[in-house]
Nanobody
Framework: QVQLVESGGGLVQAGGSLKLSCVAS????????VGWFRQAPGKEREFVAT????????LYADSVKGRFTVSRDNAKNTVYLEMNSLTPEDTALYYC??????????????????WGQGTQVTVSS
């Protein structure tokens, strides 16, 4: 069983930055990937970024590429999501999740089986 706790969300003006953290405890291994997803009110949960713990391989949604950076510190069992040039469209509840997806499926929420409670990001215009 893996437990995940996100932090770092908040209210920021458009153009600003935030850095989210996801701390894992329990049975997380280097075989896992840690993904970030977000869900805005009335919308489906969408993929944001993901990183493999072992190789550091990363994948990003087109909507955040060049603005967001996902990184890991395996010694601390922590994955970060650095978000720059934020826009109101980035407003959502951000979740981290753990799974073992193959590369072609790393964007699919159903490939992740442990989820955190989420941290709210609100970007004002």
């Amino acid at each position: 069983q893996v437990q995940l706790v996100e932090s770092g969300g908040g209210l920021v003006q458009a153009g600003g930055s935030l850095k989210l953290s996801c701390v894992a405890s329990g049975g997380i291994t280097n075989n896992h990937a840690v993904g970030w997803f977000r869900q805005a009110p009335g919308k489906e949960r969408e993929f944001v970024a993901t990183i493999r713990r072992s190789s550091g391989y990363t994948l990003y949604a087109d909507s955040v590429k060049g603005r967001f950076t996902v990184s890991r510190d395996n010694a601390k069992n922590t994955v970060y999501l650095e978000m720059n040039s934020l826009t109101p469209e980035d407003t959502a509840l951000y979740y981290c999740a753990v799974g073992s997806p193959i590369v072609s499926a790393m964007q699919r929420p159903d490939m992740y089986y442990y989820w955190g409670q989420g941290t709210q990001v609100t970007v004002s215009s």
